[in-house]
C-alpha cells in the first residue's frame, strides 16, 4: 500500500514511528532495530511516558507507529499490544496473587527467571500487598516478558531496586536483547544508559532532542 | 370493588396538624429545619394538586397524544435525573444520551409489555394504566440505570491503572474493563433485589398500600403487587445492563483505549448560569 520511508531494498526496522506526535509531545520519527536497546533521558514532565505510551497505542496520537514495517491500525490493538507491551513506572496488579496475572505456560516462564532476579521460589502464591516495591517491580518485568513482546517500553524498570537488583534486571533485559528483544527504557541514572544503551536519547519539551549512540 | 374511602379537606386538614407538630419540634428543639418542613409540605401539596389536576384531564379525554405528552415528560425527567447522579460527566453530554436511551428503551418495552399481556386495558393505552405503571417503573429503571452508569463511569477513573495494566499486555477492551462492568450492573440490581425480598415483611408496596386503603381485596392487591415486582425486575436488568455497556462503550474509541479524558468530574454544586468548563 505504501513505501517505507528509507530505501525500499532493505528490510523494514523492527519499530519505526513517522509524524508520530499527540497534543503532549513529538513529532517523533524514527527506526530502532531488533535487538537494540535505547535508553530514553530528560526532564520530568519532558513527554518520555507519553511517547511509550502512544507507542504502546494506550493514548491517541496522529501519525504512524509501525512494527517490522506494519502499521499498528493494520492489527487489532490487543494484537499490537501483546507485542509491543508497556510497563509503566509503578505497574498495577488487579488479582490477589502474582501467580493469577499469568496463563499456566507464562508461569513456567516465570517461574523459571525467579531465582535470577533474586526472587522466593514461592512468591508467585503470596499476596500482593505483603510484598515490597522492589519485588513487584521485579515481578511485573517478568509478566512483561512472559507475554513475549517483540518490544518491550519499559519505564523506569530499576527505579525501586538495589544495586543488586538492578544488576540482577540488566543481565536478565541483555539476554533477551541478545534474542532479538528491543526495549525502549526511560532511565534517570546515567550509569544505567552507558551500560545497557545501544543508543541514547534525550527528550525535552516533547521533542527528541538529541540522540547518542556510544 | 368496595366501597372507596373519600377523604375530605378537613380530614386533610386533620393531618396537617402533624407538619405542625414537626415544625413544633425543630422550633422547641432549635433544629432550625421548621422552615424546611413547611416548605416542602406546602411544595408537596402543590405538586401533587397539579398532578391531579392534569391527570384527571388526561384521564378524562384518554387521547392518545395527551396520554404520550404525560410519559414523553416523565420519561426526560427520569433521564435528566439519571444523567445528573453519577460522580463522572462524559462530554459533550453522553451522559444524557446514554440516559435517554436507557431510560425510554427500558421504560417502554416494560409498561408495552405489561399492557398488552397482564393488564389488557381498553384501549391499551388507556391513560389510566400507562401513566401509573410508567411512573412506577421509572422510578426502578432510575435507580437501577443511574447506579450502573456511575459504577462503569466512576469505576473506569478509579481502576484505571489496573484496566489499562491488562491493556497494556494485550487484553481486549471488553476483558479490561470486564470486572469494573459486571460490578456495576451487580450494584444497579441490588436495590431491585432488596425490594422483592422485604416486600410484605418489612414494607407494604406503595401501590399495594393504596389499593388496601381505597378497599381492593387483598389477593387481587398481592396479585397486582408480584406482577408489578416482576415488571420492575425486568425494567431494571435491561436498564442496568444498558446503561454499563453503553457507558463502557463511550470511554472507548476505535483503538480499545481507555479515554478517562473524556470524562470530568461532577461539580459539586452547579454553577452560576454563564460559565462554561
Given amino acids: 500500500m505504501f513505501k517505507p520511508a528509507h530505501e525500499a531494498a532493505s528490510r523494514p526496522?523492527?519499530?519505526?514511528?513517522?509524524?508520530?506526535?499527540?497534543s503532549h509531545?513529538?513529532?517523533?520519527?524514527?527506526?530502532?532495530?531488533?535487538?537494540?536497546?535505547?535508553?530514553?533521558?530528560g526532564p520530568s514532565g519532558a513527554g518520555k511516558s507519553v511517547l511509550l505510551r502512544m507507542l504502546a497505542d494506550l493514548d491517541p496520537h496522529e501519525g504512524e507507529a509501525l512494527l517490522d514495517g506494519a502499521p499498528a491500525i493494520s492489527m487489532p490493538p490487543a494484537v499490537w499490544r501483546a507485542r509491543v507491551v508497556y510497563q509503566p513506572a509503578e505497574p498495577a496488579w488487579w488479582e490477589a496473587t502474582p501467580a493469577a496475572h499469568f496463563d499456566d505456560a507464562q508461569l513456567e516462564d516465570a517461574r523459571a527467571h525467579l531465582a535470577q532476579l533474586g526472587l522466593r521460589p514461592d512468591i508467585l502464591d503470596d499476596d500482593l500487598q505483603h510484598l515490597s516495591t522492589g519485588e513487584r517491580q521485579r515481578l511485573a518485568l517478568l509478566r512483561s516478558l512472559s507475554r513475549k513482546p517483540q518490544v518491550l517500553l519499559l519505564d523506569e524498570p530499576t527505579a525501586a531496586l538495589d544495586p543488586d537488583g538492578v544488576a540482577r534486571v540488566e543481565t536478565l533485559l541483555r539476554a533477551h536483547l541478545a534474542d532479538g528483544l528491543t526495549i525502549l527504557m526511560v532511565s534517570h541514572a546515567p550509569e544505567q544508559a552507558r551500560r545497557m544503551a545501544s543508543q541514547t536519547w534525550r527528550i525535552d519539551a516533547g521533542k527528541l532532542a538529541g540522540r547518542l549512540a556510544p | 370493588m368496595k366501597e372507596t374511602v373519600h377523604l375530605g379537606?378537613?380530614?386533610?386538614?386533620?393531618?396537617?396538624?402533624l407538619i405542625l407538630l414537626d415544625a413544633g419540634i425543630s422550633f422547641a428543639l432549635r433544629l432550625g429545619v421548621h422552615r424546611q418542613v413547611l416548605v416542602s409540605a406546602a411544595r408537596m401539596v402543590v405538586q401533587l394538586l397539579i398532578v391531579g389536576l392534569v391527570l384527571r384531564v388526561v384521564f378524562a379525554g384518554a387521547s392518545p397524544a395527551a396520554t404520550l405528552a404525560v410519559v414523553l415528560f416523565m420519561i426526560g425527567a427520569a433521564a435528566n435525573e439519571v444523567a445528573l447522579r453519577p460522580k463522572q460527566r462524559l462530554a459533550r453530554l453522553g451522559n444524557h444520551r446514554i440516559s435517554a436511551l436507557v431510560v425510554s428503551a427500558a421504560g417502554v418495552a416494560t409498561v408495552i409489555l405489561a399492557l398488552l399481556t397482564a393488564i389488557r386495558p381498553d384501549p391499551w393505552y388507556a391513560p389510566r394504566y400507562a401513566i401509573p405503571l410508567m411512573g412506577i417503573v421509572l422510578g426502578s429503571v432510575l435507580n437501577a440505570a443511574s447506579i450502573a452508569?456511575?459504577?462503569?463511569?466512576?469505576?473506569?477513573?478509579?481502576?484505571?491503572?489496573?484496566?489499562e495494566a491488562r491493556l497494556a499486555l494485550g487484553a481486549t477492551f471488553h476483558q479490561a474493563i470486564g470486572p469494573v462492568l459486571r460490578e456495576a450492573v451487580r450494584r444497579g440490581l441490588i436495590p431491585i433485589v432488596n425490594q422483592m425480598s422485604a416486600a410484605g415483611i418489612?414494607?407494604?408496596?406503595?401501590?399495594?398500600?393504596?389499593?388496601?386503603?381505597?378497599?381492593?381485596?387483598?389477593?387481587?392487591?398481592?396479585?397486582?403487587?408480584i406482577l408489578l415486582m416482576f415488571l420492575l425486575a425486568g425494567a431494571s436488568g435491561v436498564a442496568?445492563?444498558?446503561?454499563?455497556?453503553?457507558?463502557?462503550?463511550?470511554?472507548s474509541d476505535g483503538r480499545q483505549r481507555l479515554r478517562v479524558d473524556r470524562l470530568r468530574p461532577a461539580a459539586a454544586k452547579r454553577k452560576p448560569a454563564g460559565t462554561r468548563a
Avoid: H, N, W
Fill in chain 2, 202 to 225: 418489612i414494607t407494604l408496596p406503595g401501590i399495594m398500600t393504596g389499593q388496601l386503603l381505597a378497599g381492593m381485596d387483598p389477593m387481587e392487591a398481592v396479585k397486582y403487587q
Fill in chain 2, 149 to 163: 452508569l456511575d459504577g462503569v463511569l466512576d469505576g473506569a477513573v478509579r481502576e484505571r491503572a489496573r484496566i
Fill in chain 1, 25 to 41: 509531545a513529538g513529532p517523533f520519527d524514527f527506526e530502532v532495530e531488533a535487538g537494540a536497546c535505547v535508553v530514553i533521558q
Fill in chain 2, 240 to 251: 442496568a445492563v444498558g446503561a454499563a455497556l453503553l457507558g463502557a462503550r463511550a470511554i
Fill in chain 2, 9 to 17: 379537606l378537613l380530614d386533610l386538614a386533620t393531618a396537617s396538624a
Fill in chain 1, 13 to 22: 526496522a523492527r519499530l519505526s514511528a513517522r509524524r508520530f506526535r499527540s
